[in-house]
C-alpha cells in the first residue's frame, strides 16, 4: 500500500455503526449474498412503513426499475412526525442568518410550520398529491417547511436555485406543469439585501398557464409588487391555519421531488425521484457517512437548490431525527472565518462543504481556523468535484487538526445519495480520494462492454445494479432517461446506469474519480450543460457559432470558456479591442439573464471558424488542449480545415 493513508481515529466513533473494515467488508458480503433480503432488513428497521411493501425490487420493467412496491409511507411523518414522541424539544434545524441573526425550530415547531403549510397549500391554494410545486426560495428555515409540506400531502416539490434567472426558472416551472410557485420576497448576502420576487414576476410573464397562485415568505422586507388574485403573503395565510394535517399515505414509488440538472445535451432534466427508496438511503447515508448520532449537530453548506441540500440539509438528518444547520450566507462575508466561528459556536461535529469552498477558505484566511476551538468535529465532507490534494492537505490538517476523518463523498443528482465515499470509521483514507463503494452499491469501473477496465486506467464509473434512491425517470421524458442513463454500457449483456464520470482504481482497489465524460463543465461544483451555455450565447445576434469548454480554475475547479465565431470580421483583427469587450459584456449580460451569474465565462476567443470534422461535428477535445495550453495530440487531418488549430491556439495564447 502507498506510505499516504491516512487512519481513522476510533475515539471519536464510539458509536459507529461501520466501526472497521472487517465490518465495512461484512456488510458488503451480506448485500452480495442475498441483495434483496438486506435491503429489505434495512427497510424495515429504518421506515415507519404505513402499509408493508409487496415486492423488494421489480425489474420486469427495467431500466425503470421500482423498489418496495405497494408500500405505503409519508416522507415528512418520516422526517417530522414519527420524532415527536421522543425528541420534541430537540432542536431540528439551527438557523443562521446572512448578519448573524438565529433562529431553532425544535422537531415541535417543525411539525408546527410544516402542518400549517400543508394546510395553507390545500386550502388557500388547492393543492392536491401529485400537483407539482416550484420552489424559488434562499435558505431560510421556510425553505425546508415548504418541501416538507409538499411531502406531508404528496405534492411533487422541484426546488429551482435562487441564483438561477427568470428564463431558467420559467423553462423548469413550464417543464414541471407547476400550480403553485413558493418565494421569497428576497433574502440577504453580504450585508445587502437582493431579491427573488421579481424574477418570478418576470418568469411568470410568458407561458407559465399552470401556475395558479404566487405564496411569498417574508424575509427582507423590501417592496415587491403584488398581483391581486395571484399573490399571497405566506406570513398572513399562516396564521389562521390550524396545526394538524394528517399525513397523505404514499406509495413507494410515487414521486417524492423533481430536481432539474443539466446534461450534455438540450434543456435541463427533471430527475424524479422516489419516496422509501430515497429517504431510506439518505437515512442509511447519514448514518455511514457522517456518523451521525444524536447529540450531533450536522451542518451542510450546500444550498437547497442542489441535491446536496436536499439530501444532506433537510432529508436525511431529519430522517434521523439529527439537528441541521441552515446558513443564509457566504462563507467569507463578514470575513473568512465565518464558518469555523460558526463551528465553535454550535459545536458542529460533522461539516460538509465543497472543493471551490475550501479553496477559497484555504486562499482567503489560511490561518482563520486555529482562531477557532474546532475540536467538536468528527468528520469533514467534500462533494461535488474531485478534492485536489493541497486542498485535502489544508482541510485536513487546519481545520480538522488532524484528528477528523475526510469523507470524500461521490455522488450525482441522480443517485439521491452518496454512492463512493469513505466510512469514517473504517476506511483508511488516501487524500482526495473517493475510496470505496458504500455497500449494497454495485459501483464498478468498466468499458462500454462490461469488461472490467485494468488497474491504473480510466474508465466508465457505472453502478451496475438499481438501487433505492436510484433515479426513476426523466420527469415528461422517459425515452431521454433510458438514452442518458442507460444506452451507453453494458454488463452480461443488460444495460447498466452509467454516471457519466470517468474514474480509476488503483492496485488497493481505492477508486478516484477522474471527471465528466460528457460535454458537461463542473463549476464550483455545480453542474453545467455545454448546450445550455451555447444555446444562450447563440443568441446574440452577431454571433455565427460558437463552442463551450471546460477551463482550470483555481478556486472554480473549473471555469466556462467559449470559442465564438462572430458573424462580422472579428474586431480583433481589426485592433479594436474596446468593441470586442464590448460583445463580450454582451455576451454575459445574455448569458445571465437566460441561466444566471453561475453561467457566466470566464474567458471568450472570438476565432475565425471552430475545429470541425467534415462531418460538422465540432472537436471539443482539440479546443480543450488549446485553452489548458497543452500539446494537441489529436489527429488534426480529418478536420475540414486543419490550418484553424494553429490559428486558433494563437489567438488564445495572445489572451493570457
Ligand atoms: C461530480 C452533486 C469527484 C461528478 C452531489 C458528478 C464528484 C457530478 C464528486 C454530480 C467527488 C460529485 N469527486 N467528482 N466526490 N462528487 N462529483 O448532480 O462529475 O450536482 O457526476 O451532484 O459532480 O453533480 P450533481
Redesign the pocket.
Known amino acids: 500500500m502507498s506510505k499516504d493513508i491516512y487512519y481513522p481515529n476510533p475515539e471519536l466513533f464510539p458509536n459507529a455503526r461501520i466501526p472497521d473494515m472487517d465490518s465495512y467488508y461484512k456488510l458488503v458480503d451480506e448485500f452480495k449474498n442475498d441483495y434483496e433480503g438486506t435491503w429489505a432488513k434495512f427497510a424495515d428497521e429504518k421506515i415507519d412503513w404505513f402499509k408493508p411493501y409487496e415486492k423488494v425490487l421489480d425489474e420486469s420493467n427495467a431500466p425503470f426499475y421500482k423498489w418496495f412496491s405497494g408500500g405505503e409511507l409519508n416522507v415528512a411523518y418520516q422526517c417530522v412526525d414519527r420524532h415527536l414522541s421522543s425528541k420534541k424539544n430537540k432542536a431540528a434545524i439551527i438557523f443562521e442568518g446572512d448578519n448573524g441573526d438565529q433562529r431553532v425550530l425544535t422537531y415541535r415547531e417543525l411539525s408546527y410550520e410544516v402542518n400549517k403549510t400543508a394546510n395553507m397549500f390545500k386550502n388557500n391554494f388547492g393543492v392536491k398529491k401529485g400537483d407539482r410545486v416550484v420552489i424559488y426560495m434562499p435558505m431560510i428555515p421556510e425553505s425546508a417547511v415548504v418541501m416538507l409540506a409538499c411531502a406531508k400531502i404528496g405534492a411533487i416539490h422541484s426546488v429551482v436555485f435562487g441564483g438561477f434567472s427568470a428564463e431558467a426558472l420559467r423553462d423548469r416551472i413550464i417543464d414541471a406543469g407547476a400550480k403553485l410557485v413558493v418565494t421569497a420576497d428576497g433574502a440577504f448576502r453580504k450585508g445587502k439585501p437582493y431579491m427573488l420576487k421579481p424574477v418570478v414576476d418576470k418568469a411568470l410573464e410568458e407561458g407559465c398557464e399552470s401556475v395558479e397562485h404566487v405564496c411569498i415568505v417574508e424575509r427582507n422586507g423590501e417592496d415587491i409588487e403584488w398581483i391581486e388574485g395571484r399573490d399571497y403573503s405566506y406570513n398572513e395565510l399562516i396564521k389562521s391555519q390550524s396545526p394538524k394535517c394528517e399525513p397523505e399515505p404514499m406509495e413507494a414509488e410515487e414521486p417524492l421531488f423533481l430536481l432539474y ?1 443539466s446534461g450534455s445535451t438540450g434543456k435541463p432534466k427533471g430527475v424524479q425521484h422516489s419516496q422509501a427508496g430515497y429517504i431510506l438511503w439518505a437515512q442509511m447515508t447519514m448514518e455511514w457517512v457522517f456518523d451521525i448520532q444524536d447529540n450531533d449537530t450536522f451542518w451542510c453548506t450546500a444550498d437547497i437548490g ?3 441540500g436536499h439530501t444532506y440539509i433537510v432529508y436525511g438528518p431529519l430522517a434521523c431525527g439529527a439537528t441541521t444547520v441552515m446558513f443564509e450566507g457566504v462563507p467569507t462575508f463578514p470575513d473568512a472565518g465565518r464558518c469555523w466561528k460558526m463551528v465553535e459556536e454550535y459545536q458542529i461535529n460533522q461539516f460538509y462543504t465543497a472543493p471551490t469552498a475550501i479553496r477559497l477558505l484555504h486562499k482567503m484566511g489560511a490561518d482563520e481556523p486555529s482562531k477557532y476551538d474546532l475540536s467538536s468535529l468528527r468528520v469533514l465532507g ?6 485536489d490534494p493541497p486542498a485535502w492537505k489544508w482541510y485536513y490538517e487546519a481545520v480538522g487538526g488532524s484528528r477528523c476523518s475526510i469523507v ?7 443517485t439521491g445519495g452518496h454512492m463512493i465515499s469513505p466510512i469514517p470509521s473504517a476506511t483508511p483514507i488516501k487524500p482526495a480520494c ?1 475510496t470505496f463503494p458504500l455497500p449494497g452499491i454495485e459501483a464498478e469501473i468498466i468499458e462500454e462492454d462490461g469488461t472490467p477496465t485494468p488497474v491504473g486506467e480510466k474508465g466508465f464509473m457505472c453502478i451496475t445494479k438499481p438501487w433505492p434512491s436510484m433515479i426513476r425517470t426523466i420527469w415528461n421524458d422517459p425515452d431521454r432517461f433510458v438514452k442518458s442513463y442507460f444506452s451507453d454500457c453494458k454488463k452480461d449483456g443488460k444495460a447498466v446506469y452509467f ?3 470517468g474514474a480509476m482504481m488503483d492496485e488497493d482497489g481505492y477508486i478516484t ?1 477522474t ?2 465524460t460528457d460535454d ?1 463543465i ?1 463549476v464550483s ?3 453545467m450543460g455545454t448546450a445550455e451555455v451555447e444555446a444562450a450565447i447563440k443568441k446574440h445576434p452577431n454571433v455565427a457559432a460558437v463552442a463551450v469548454v471546460g477551463k482550470p480554475h483555481e478556486i472554480k475547479g473549473e471555469g466556462i470558456f467559449a470559442y465564438v465565431v462572430l458573424k462580422s470580421v472579428p474586431v480583433s483583427q481589426k485592433d479594436e479591442v474596446a468593441d470586442d469587450l464590448e460583445t463580450i459584456k454582451e455576451i454575459n449580460a445574455i448569458i445571465k439573464e437566460e441561466i444566471g451569474a453561475i453561467a457566466l465565462c470566464d474567458g471568450m476567443a472570438f476565432v475565425p471558424d471552430l475545429p470541425k470534422t467534415r462531418s460538422g461535428k465540432i472537436m471539443r477535445r482539440i479546443l480543450r488542449s488549446i485553452v489548458k495550453g497543452e500539446p494537441i495530440t489529436q489527429d488534426t487531418s480529418t478536420l475540414e480545415d486543419p490550418t484553424i488549430v494553429p490559428t486558433i491556439e494563437e489567438i488564445v495564447k495572445g489572451l493570457y
Open positions: 440538472t442542489w441535491i446536496t467534500t462533494v461535488g468535484e474531485p478534492i470524500d463523498t461521490y455522488w450525482q443528482t441522480e473517493a454516471t457519466g464520470d474519480i471527471g465528466r458537461v463542473n461544483g455545480h453542474r
